[in-house]
């Protein structure tokens, strides 16, 4: 079974602090890192626009990623609307 790799580009939005959300990224990063076929979840800041995050995930498969999106405090961070999504890219190993 092939890993699925995803790199995810966030933007914080309008009304937002970017320490606010990283903070609420950290949150969920250490829930995330707990799920079954999770096996990488970083986060990273951009160093000379603070409101950037990337995120690197590794996920079993395709199955583990989107019981991600599924789990309570997932949700409830997108709820808050504190970023949109800039892109998803999802990659495999060659």
């Not at 707990?34 to 199955?63: A, M, P, V």
């Amino acid at each position: 079974m092939t890993s699925l790799s995803i790199t995810a580009g966030l933007k914080v939005t309008k009304n937002h602090e970017p320490n606010v959300v990283k903070r609420a990224l950290l949150s969920l990063q250490a829930l995330t890192i707990q799920e079954k076929g999770c096996i990488k979840f970083e986060i990273l800041q951009h160093i000379d626009l603070s409101e950037r995050f990337t995120l690197w995930e590794t996920w079993e498969n395709t199955k583990a990623f989107e019981r991600h999106h599924q789990m309570q405090y997932t949700q409830e961070y997108l709820a808050k609307g504190m970023t949109e999504i800039l892109y998803i890219d999802k990659l495999t190993l060659c």
